[in-house]
């Protein structure tokens, strides 16, 4: 499921350049983070968090698209 998140990520930073799209090792940025918990997508704007995506539960698992 992180592969599939990881490819609509790619996608969508093509089609929005402006915006900046990062992946990590969950380990290397959050110590103990749950491997259950991925994968999670946390979004940002100026610095402060807006939304968190955490698990394949609210990502909707193999059913995710980049529309939405």
């Known amino acids: 499921q992180c592969a599939l998140v990881n490819q609509h990520m790619k996608q969508l930073s093509q089609q929005y350049p402006y915006t900046k799209f990062l992946k990590a ?19 940002y704007f100026e610095g402060d968090l807006k939304k968190q995506f955490v698990g394949p539960h609210e990502l909707r698992g193999t059913s995710l698209t980049c529309e939405g």
């Open 25 to 43: 090792i969950a380990q290397t940025c959050i110590p103990n983070f749950p491997e259950r918990n991925l994968p999670s997508v946390f979004v």
